[in-house]
């Protein structure tokens, strides 16, 4: 079932998104086997994106290696050990005090963490991240920080049935991005997407898109 449903969605993904950007497809490997992660590998994943550090820590050196490896949920800054120098990108930053304790601890180990700042783009109380209104001032705030280099921004629609509310919080995300690579540059990745949304992001813009049960089918909790 899994490589069939890579190979289904690397068919039905966009290579492009409206603005001629590749579409990256991150699998998003929260509770799953290493054997299941290392057959979406095989099948064609070439992203995957955990968001325990724990898990994470205890899985990476089985899982294959061809793979970049992301952070993709909220991260406690206790547990940034369990990730330093073998994450390529934390998708998730969404406070400054995590911020600076991966800055911190990557120029302690003379390294570069690359990070998406995550944006609260719903404005949810259950979620986490700058606000819009805040975007411009918190990536200034990060951007200082030594050690750290910000490739883009990150952002998780609500769940609604309102596909109107959806495109047109997903196309103001698309705005923010632009307007900071406008005035900024150096960003790479809007990652906003997931199973249930993804085709609408991508029509609004993203090029990154965190996909679980599309690939490994519904979690089992244990």
């Given at each position: 079932?899994?490589?069939?449903n890579?190979?289904?969605l690397?068919?039905?993904?966009?290579?492009?998104?409206?603005?001629?950007?590749?579409?990256t497809?991150?699998?998003?490997?929260?509770t799953?086997?290493v054997?299941?992660?290392?057959?979406?590998i095989?099948?064609?994943?070439?992203d995957?994106?955990d968001n325990?550090a724990q898990?994470?820590?205890d899985?990476?050196?089985?899982?294959?290696?061809s793979?970049?490896r992301h952070?993709?949920g909220?991260l406690?800054?206790?547990?940034?050990k369990?990730?330093?120098g073998?994450?390529d990108?934390?998708q998730?930053?969404d406070r400054l005090?995590?911020?600076?304790a991966?800055?911190a601890?990557?120029?302690?180990?003379?390294?570069?963490?690359?990070?998406?700042l995550?944006i609260n783009?719903g404005?949810?109380?259950?979620k986490?991240?700058f606000?819009?209104?805040?975007?411009e001032?918190?990536?200034l705030?990060?951007?200082?920080?030594?050690?750290i280099?910000i490739?883009?921004?990150?952002?998780m629609?609500?769940?609604?049935?309102?596909?109107?509310l959806l495109r047109?919080?997903?196309?103001r995300?698309?705005?923010?991005?632009?307007?900071?690579?406008?005035?900024y540059?150096g960003?790479?990745h809007?990652s906003?997407?997931?199973s249930?949304?993804w085709?609408?992001?991508v029509e609004c813009g993203?090029n990154?898109i965190?996909?679980?049960t599309?690939?490994?089918?519904?979690r089992?909790?244990s």
């Open positions: 079932m899994i490589e069939e890579v190979k289904k690397l068919d039905e993904i966009p290579e492009r998104n409206p603005f001629g950007e590749k579409v497809l991150v699998a998003a490997i929260k799953r086997t054997e299941e992660i290392n057959r979406a095989a099948a064609g994943i070439t995957i994106g325990h898990e994470f820590r899985k990476n050196d089985d899982i294959l290696p793979a970049r952070f993709i909220h406690q800054t206790n547990k940034i369990y990730l330093v073998k994450t990108l934390y998730s930053v005090e995590l911020a600076e991966i800055s601890r990557y120029a302690r180990e003379g390294l570069t963490a690359h990070v998406l995550q783009i404005d949810e109380q259950s986490g991240g606000s819009a209104d805040d975007a001032s918190a990536y705030a990060v951007k200082a920080l030594p050690s280099e490739d883009g921004l990150m952002a629609l609500p769940e609604s049935d309102d596909t109107q047109a919080l997903a196309t995300m698309r705005g923010i991005y632009d307007g900071l690579n406008a005035r540059g960003f790479k809007l906003m997407g997931m249930g949304d085709k609408l992001c993203s990154m965190r996909l679980g599309a690939i490994f089918g519904e089992h909790y």
